[in-house]
């Protein structure tokens, strides 16, 4: 990781020192996808089985679990596996339950109410990512409020041979149909559906470029399907005083350098001494990691720097915008209300991201790639639709066609200006 002194800077540097890796070349990569998602609406399931053995090396016939397979394959998950599923579903259950829609209902004019109301989303698709690093916590993180929120038709598809721990969490989440796709062919076929997968309405989770892009260009057909949020590489910046613990840092560090060799680590603190402690700190713990060679390659673009004080340090992670942010600061709360821009926020010594990547509550489905400025992380809220519904009595509307007629006929709008206008004919009884 490079160290740089923030006040010595000028803004162009400043920039490039708060600019995530390059993504691949998406115009190869959108291609690619393009293809994938055509041949999948083409020849539905014929194509899934193509790409799933070209692609996943799958060399069954058999695109979606049955009821034995999903048993058998919770049967084989460890005891000490499951207790750990179960207590984190626990505490996510908990924290997304407690979100509750907020209804609206208000007379905003004499005769006039207007009201929100919510509905589930009828069907939704989960993308959980298998590969090198199967993530068990996903299933969980996208199918519990799902559940909670009511959707009538919850599917999830991961990559072939597909984790016994994603079966058994998905499971006891309550998702009944589970299929070994993975890819952009698995966005493809929930977007518009096959002879097997159904379509669904949106679809959630992470992802490679592949799958990201096979995100993005379903959200942008109207046939095709909605998207919980654009997301990129995962990254996190920790900010710390003088006094936090090195090894702490560097384990918060290294916790998302592993992710992928395109995440990225920002370090900010006023102390020059903090960020050359904690960067041996990384050189040793990183000796010990499986996966070092990960490590290394998002470390090389990473970046930690030398602030003059922690406003400035809450200044430049709002600039960053992270998808996780931790504060390892003695008194961590006092810099919260200056720190808007983020995906999770993890504050003091003994909160380590992934606390809440498993098991404190919260949803590790976070924007990235700077999209915290705009969107949230992951809530119950994301498997609801919210419209609202306007009422209005003989009085309400006799009261305010005027100001809707004189409105509309200012737009040259003259059809909504006698709709109005009808209407108090029909009130008063005149038509």
């Given at each position: 990781?490079?160290?740089?002194?923030?006040?010595?800077?000028?803004?162009?540097?400043?920039v490039a020192a708060?600019?995530?890796?390059?993504q691949n070349d998406?115009?190869?990569?959108?291609?690619?996808?393009?293809?994938?998602?055509?041949?999948?609406?083409?020849?539905?399931?014929t194509a899934l089985?193509?790409?799933?053995?070209?692609?996943?090396?799958?060399?069954?016939?058999?695109?979606?679990?049955?009821?034995?397979?999903?048993?058998?394959?919770?049967?084989?998950?460890?005891?000490?596996?499951?207790?750990?599923?179960?207590?984190?579903?626990?505490?996510?259950?908990?924290?997304?339950?407690?979100?509750?829609?907020?209804?609206?209902?208000?007379?905003?004019?004499?005769?006039?109410?207007?009201?929100?109301?919510?509905?589930?989303?009828?069907?939704?698709?989960?993308?959980?990512?298998?590969?090198?690093?199967?993530?068990?916590?996903?299933?969980?993180?996208?199918?519990?409020?799902?559940?909670?929120?009511?959707?009538?038709?919850?599917?999830?598809?991961?990559?072939?041979?597909?984790?016994?721990?994603?079966?058994?969490?998905?499971?006891?989440?309550?998702?009944?149909?589970?299929?070994?796709?993975?890819?952009?062919?698995?966005?493809?076929?929930?977007?518009?559906?096959?002879?097997?997968?159904?379509?669904?309405?949106?679809?959630?989770?992470?992802?490679?470029?592949?799958?990201?892009?096979?995100?993005?260009?379903?959200?942008?057909?109207?046939?095709?399907?909605?998207?919980?949020?654009?997301?990129?590489?995962?990254?996190?910046?920790?900010?710390?005083?003088?006094?936090?613990?090195?090894?702490?840092?560097?384990?918060?560090?290294?916790?998302?350098?592993?992710?992928?060799?395109?995440?990225?680590?920002?370090?900010?603190?006023?102390?020059?001494?903090?960020?050359?402690?904690?960067?041996?700190?990384?050189?040793?713990?990183?000796?010990?990691?499986?996966?070092?060679?990960?490590?290394?390659?998002?470390?090389?673009?990473?970046?930690?720097?030398?602030?003059?004080?922690?406003?400035?340090?809450?200044?430049?992670?709002?600039?960053?915008?992270?998808?996780?942010?931790?504060?390892?600061?003695?008194?961590?709360?006092?810099?919260?209300?200056?720190?808007?821009?983020?995906?999770?926020?993890?504050?003091?010594?003994?909160?380590?991201?992934?606390?809440?990547?498993?098991?404190?509550?919260?949803?590790?489905?976070?924007?990235?790639?700077?999209?915290?400025?705009?969107?949230?992380?992951?809530?119950?809220?994301?498997?609801?639709?919210?419209?609202?519904?306007?009422?209005?009595?003989?009085?309400?509307?006799?009261?305010?066609?005027?100001?809707?007629?004189?409105?509309?006929?200012?737009?040259?709008?003259?059809?909504?200006?006698?709709?109005?206008?009808?209407?108090?004919?029909?009130?008063?009884?005149?038509?």
């Amino acid at each position: 990781m490079d160290i740089k002194f923030w006040d010595k800077l000028n803004n162009a540097e400043r920039v490039a020192a708060l600019t995530r890796p390059a993504q691949n070349d998406s115009a190869k990569v959108a291609e690619i996808v393009r293809s994938i998602i055509d041949n999948i609406k083409k020849d539905g399931d014929t194509a899934l089985l193509r790409y799933s053995k070209e692609l996943d090396k799958y060399e069954g016939n058999d695109l979606e679990f049955t009821k034995d397979e999903i048993k058998q394959a919770c049967d084989r998950v460890s005891a000490k596996l499951k207790k750990a599923i179960n207590l984190a579903l626990a505490n996510i259950k908990a924290f997304h339950a407690a979100q509750k829609p907020c209804h609206v209902k208000l007379e905003t004019f004499p005769g006039i109410t207007c009201m929100t109301a919510t509905h589930p989303i009828e069907s939704v698709g989960l993308y959980v990512p298998g590969g090198s690093a199967p993530l068990v916590s996903t299933a969980l993180m996208l199918a519990v409020p799902a559940k909670i929120a009511g959707c009538d038709e919850i599917i999830l598809c991961s990559p072939p041979p597909v984790s016994d721990a994603i079966v058994y969490a998905a499971h006891k989440a309550g998702v009944k149909r589970i299929f070994r796709i993975g890819g952009a062919q698995a966005i493809a076929a929930m977007a518009y559906g096959t002879q097997s997968v159904p379509k669904v309405l949106k679809i959630f989770g992470p992802g490679n470029q592949f799958v990201t892009m096979a995100k993005r260009m379903v959200s942008e057909d109207p046939n095709g399907a909605a998207i919980e949020m654009p997301a990129g590489p995962s990254e996190v910046l920790v900010i710390a005083d003088d006094k936090a613990n090195p090894e702490l840092i560097a384990a918060d560090l290294l916790s998302q350098a592993e992710h992928g060799p395109d995440s990225q680590v920002i370090l900010l603190s006023p102390s020059e001494k903090q960020i050359r402690d904690s960067l041996a700190a990384v050189d040793r713990q990183l000796q010990v990691l499986p996966r070092k060679e990960i490590a290394q390659k998002a470390l090389s673009k990473s970046t930690a720097i030398i602030c003059k004080d922690l406003d400035e340090c809450a200044e430049i992670s709002c600039k960053y915008a992270p998808e996780h942010l931790i504060v390892q600061t003695q008194k961590p709360k006092t810099l919260l209300p200056k720190l808007r821009n983020a995906g999770s926020i993890f504050l003091g010594a003994y909160t380590p991201e992934s606390l809440g990547d498993y098991a404190s509550g919260t949803n590790h489905t976070l924007p990235t790639y700077g999209y915290a400025r705009t969107a949230s992380a992951l809530g119950t809220d994301d498997f609801r639709r919210r419209f609202t519904v306007s009422h209005a009595s003989k009085k309400g509307i006799i009261g305010i066609a005027a100001t809707v007629e004189a409105l509309a006929a200012a737009e040259g709008l003259d059809a909504h200006k006698n709709a109005a206008a009808i209407r108090v004919k029909a009130a008063k009884g005149t038509i």
